[in-house]
C-alpha cells in the first residue's frame, strides 16, 4: 500500500509542477513528442514496410513477429482505423491509408508473410509427400490466418530458403495495396474486422464493399504465388537430395 501511495503521490506532483511549468498536461507532452512523431512513421510506406521486415525477422529466427512489434504497430494502427471510422460515420474524406485493417488485408492473407501463396505454391510445385501433408493441413488455419502450423512445420523458422520470400513477399504486397489504395483504385479501410476474417471478405467488409480492395487483395494473393514458386521448388531439389545423400549412405553402412 505504502509503495502505491508513494508512487502516485511522485507522479501526480511530477505532472502538476509540469503542468504549472509547461501550461501543458504531460499526456499531452507525451503524445506530440512521441505519439504524433510515431504515427507519421506509421502512415509511410517506408515505415510500416520497415516495421513488418522486423517482424518477419523475428519470425524467422523462431519468435513471434507481430508480438514483438505489438507494443509499436497497434496503439498506432488501431488509432488510425479510429480515425476512418469516425470520419466515415461523419461523411467526412477518410485521412489514412495504413491502418489495422491495410496490414491483415494486403500484408498477412493468410498470416503472416502471406504463406497462403506458400500454401498454394506447394501444391502447385513439388511433389514431395511430407510437403504436401503440410500445406494440406495448414490450409484449414490458413484460411483464418492462422499459419503456426506452416511457419513451424515447413518449416520456415530457421530455414534460409523459404525464409527469403516470407520476407519479401508482404513488403511487395503492402506496397502494391499502398499504391493501388493511393491512386483511388481500392477503397481505405473504414471497418475494424477481426483478423481471424478470410481473405476477400475481410477486404470487402473493411473498406465497406470495395471491389477494388477485393481485386487488389485478389492481386497480391498471386503475386505472393509467384514468388514462392521458384524457392518452394528449390526447398524441393534440396530435400530430395539430401533424401538420396541419407539413402546411399545408408546402403554404405549396410555394406
Known amino acids: 500500500m505504502i509503495p502505491s501511495i508513494i508512487t ?3 507522479i501526480a506532483t511530477f505532472g502538476f509542477i509540469f ?3 509547461t501550461g501543458m498536461y504531460l499526456y499531452d ?5 512521441v505519439q504524433q512523431p510515431l504515427e507519421k512513421v506509421a502512415q509511410s ?3 510500416i514496410l520497415l516495421l513488418m521486415f522486423v517482424a518477419q525477422l523475428f519470425w524467422v529466427i523462431g519468435i513471434h513477429g507481430n508480438q514483438m512489434i505489438k507494443p509499436i504497430h497497434e496503439p498506432l494502427l488501431l488509432g488510425a482505423i479510429t480515425v476512418n471510422m469516425s470520419a466515415f460515420e ?3 474524406e477518410i485521412p489514412n491509408i495504413i491502418t489495422m485493417p491495410f496490414w491483415d488485408v494486403y500484408m498477412s492473407i493468410g498470416g503472416s508473410g502471406l504463406t497462403i501463396g506458400l500454401l498454394i505454391a506447394v501444391m502447385i ?3 514431395r509427400k511430407e510437403m504436401k501433408e503440410i500445406a494440406k493441413l495448414s490450409f484449414g488455419p490458413g484460411i483464418f490466418n492462422i499459419n ?3 511457419i513451424f512445420g515447413m518449416p520456415i523458422m530457421l530455414n534460409p530458403i523459404l525464409a527469403i520470400p516470407f520476407i519479401i513477399t508482404p513488403l511487395v504486397t503492402g506496397t502494391i495495396g499502398y499504391f493501388a489504395t493511393a491512386m483511388g483504385f481500392a477503397g481505405k479501410a473504414v471497418v475494424m474486422v477481426p483478423w481471424t476474417t478470410p481473405p476477400l471478405i475481410n477486404a470487402w467488409l473493411s473498406t465497406a464493399g470495395s471491389m477494388g480492395a477485393v481485386v487488389t487483395q485478389l492481386g497480391c494473393i498471386l503475386v505472393s504465388i509467384l514468388i514462392y514458386l521458384p524457392f518452394v521448388k528449390i526447398a ?3 530435400a530430395e537430395q539430401a533424401q538420396l545423400l541419407a539413402e546411399q549412405q545408408q546402403i554404405a553402412n549396410n555394406a
Do not use: D, I
Open 90 to 92: 461523419q461523411g467526412k
Open 29 to 33: 507532452a507525451v503524445y506530440q513528442v
Open 236 to 238: 524441393s531439389r534440396r
Open 19 to 21: 503542468h504549472q511549468t
Open 8 to 10: 502516485v503521490t511522485a
Open 45 to 47: 510506406l517506408p515505415g
Open 148 to 150: 503456426e502450423p506452416v
Open 125 to 127: 510445385a513439388t511433389k
